[in-house]
């Protein structure tokens, strides 16, 4: 099991970046793919963007490709999201998610239901 804490997060106006980190416990953490996912009020948690173990492949849903950068640092245990140029919607809370075991297709993290484990989330408001 990997317990997941983020960090991070806070006000920013639109164009602005911030870096929201997520520091991982226990060993299983660098077999680990990781994904970051986020919820607007009255809205579904949705992807944002996930890196298999190695940090070789990484995976971003539409809405922030070229944007947002994540990276993992399997020394730190932690795992970045970079966000950079952003807008108002992409407000939100930002969860971290691990997934332990194999990834075959780079495209199934982009699912919730395929990750293990989950941090308490860390608010980003992005104000126009």
């Known amino acids: 099991q990997v317990q997941l804490v983020e960090s991070g997060g806070g006000l920013v106006q639109a164009g602005g970046s911030l870096r929201v980190s997520c520091a991982a416990s226990?060993?299983?953490?660098?077999?680990?793919?990781m994904g970051w996912f986020r919820q607007c009020p009255g809205k579904a948690r949705e992807f944002v963007a996930a890196?298999?173990?190695?940090?070789?492949?990484?995976y971003y849903a539409d809405s922030v490709k070229g944007r947002f950068t994540i990276s993992r640092d399997n020394a730190k245990n932690t795992v970045y999201l970079q966000m950079n140029s952003l807008k108002p919607e992409d407000t939100a809370v930002y969860y971290c998610a691990a997934r332990l075991g194999p990834v075959f297709v780079v495209k199934t993290l982009g699912f919730e239901a395929n990750f293990h484990s989950w941090g308490q989330g860390t608010q980003v408001t992005v104000s126009s």
């Open positions: 226990g060993r299983t953490f660098s077999g680990a793919a």
């Open positions: 890196i298999t173990w190695s940090g070789g492949t990484t």
